[in-house]
């Protein structure tokens, strides 16, 4: 019954828990030992001690704080409007299926253009400033999220419809109480992996050309071969996408929670 609960909950069992703090504090440790012993050159490797300085510094000196701003308000608004966007055309789609027919071929040629080749034309189009790594955050998201929500969308029963049919159901009723909450666990696989990759879309265009940001930072620290602020700035994006996939986590079983049955409750 222990372990019947245990797996229910999803809770790891202690010992992997021991085993992974143990493999993170001796990999801390071997990094502090070859940079402090000289084993790998500073160049190529930054220690746990001169990170930890150099976010102390950072901090003090107010470098980190309006770049980390700056990159958060540029992934948040990129990521709202490609969730917003992606959901309303996906539901169209699938609602209208000759709008799909018609504008599907041009979503799809747009989808396929490389980030990295249109990131220029961006710039010149819309600057190095603020609203050109939106776009490229929402070209980075807007698709997955469209076409997870066509997915989800589509695998919905056809007994559910018919049966929203004889209630006299609407379409927006339809849409809203039948199609979405059918589509939502594969909606939120798309919001998750674009969570993930939001972060990444908007560094990727900093580096690129920008005036502030976290990936600025990066260019500023390569150039001047600030090694243990290069690692700050990759250890902030690796804890900022983590956290930001959690978030999906959480909205995912706050919204799901009404339609998820227990396993109490289906008995």
């Keep these: 019954m222990a372990k019947e609960r245990k797996g229910r909950t999803g809770q790891k069992p202690l010992w992997i828990i021991i085993v992974q703090v ?14 402090s012993k000289g084993w790998v050159s500073r160049v190529f490797l930054a220690s746990p001690t001169q990170i930890w300085n150099e976010l102390v510094y950072t901090i003090q000196e107010n470098t980190l704080w309006p ?22 055309l996906g539901v ?10 018609l504008i599907d071929p041009l979503v799809a040629s747009v989808m396929a253009i490389p980030k990295t080749a249109i990131m220029p034309l961006l710039i010149v189009w819309f600057g190095i400033g603020f609203t ?3 776009v490229l955050v929402i070209l980075f998201c807007f698709f997955n999220i469209l076409y997870n ?8 029963r056809n ?43 908007v560094v990727f265009a900093e580096m690129a ?37 959690n978030i999906v986590n959480l909205v995912e079983r706050i919204t799901c929670r009404r339609w998820i049955t227990s396993p109490h409750q289906s008995k």
């Design 22 to 35: 143990a493999f993170v504090i001796l990999l801390l440790g071997w990094m502090e030992l070859a940079v």
């Design 67 to 88: 770049h980390l701003i700056l990159s958060l308000k540029e992934v948040t608004v990129g990521y709202s409007i490609s969730v917003v966007a992606g959901i309303g």
């Design 92 to 101: 169209l789609f699938v609602s209208f299926p000759t709008l799909e027919k």
């Design 132 to 134: 050109s790594k939106v």
């Design 149 to 156: 929500t066509v997915t989800g969308a589509k695998q919905i």
């Design 159 to 201: 007994d559910h419809i018919k049966l929203a049919r004889v209630f006299k159901a609407s379409r927006a009723q339809t849409v809203f109480k039948v199609l979405l909450p059918s589509a939502l666990p594969s909606i939120f696989n798309g919001l998750r992996i674009t969570a993930a990759t939001a972060i990444t879309g």
């Design 209 to 245: 050309a920008s005036k502030g940001g976290l990936g600025f930072m990066l260019n500023e620290s390569q150039a001047v071969l600030n090694t243990p602020r290069l690692y700050l700035v990759i250890i902030i994006v690796t804890i900022l996408s983590v956290l930001f996939v």
